[in-house]
């Protein structure tokens, strides 16, 4: 806050006083906490149902995360479960290549598993 109020006054003057969007200074905190974070894909017949393809966006949204916690959060670890019939972890590297099958939705055994991960 002590910086951008002297950023306004270098802009400014003394005599003007006002604050403006161009003089505020924002720093971002690099935090030393570490997260661990697990997630969970559905890879059941739902996921295409209706000739509506839910799973690219799915795979798009994870690979986006995993890139930000490597790039911003590199203390941070990253779990990716799949789920269907049954629930079991993949590497990211097999990220891009996972399909949907012909399962069923069973969100407790992800459940199950992402807690003992």
């Known amino acids: 806050m002590i910086e951008s109020i002297k950023q306004a006054q ?3 003057g003394f005599d003007d006083f006002k604050l403006t969007e161009n003089d505020l200074l924002v720093a971002e905190r690099e935090y030393k906490s570490q997260t661990s974070t697990v997630l969970m894909i559905d ?9 509506e393809d839910r799973i690219t966006p799915a795979k798009m949204v ?7 916690i490597k790039r911003k959060y590199p203390k941070d670890s990253l779990e990716i ?20 099958g012909p ?4 969100t407790v055994a992800g459940l199950e598993l992402a807690m003992s991960i």
């Open 10 to 12: 270098i802009n400014n």
């Open 43 to 51: 890879i059941s017949h739902s996921m295409i149902l209706y000739g």
């Open 62 to 68: 994870a690979m986006a995360m995993a890139e930000m």
């Open 81 to 100: 479960i799949v789920f269907g019939n049954d629930a079991w972890p993949i590497k990211l590297k097999d990220l891009p290549y996972l399909q949907v």
């Open 103 to 106: 399962f069923h939705t069973n």
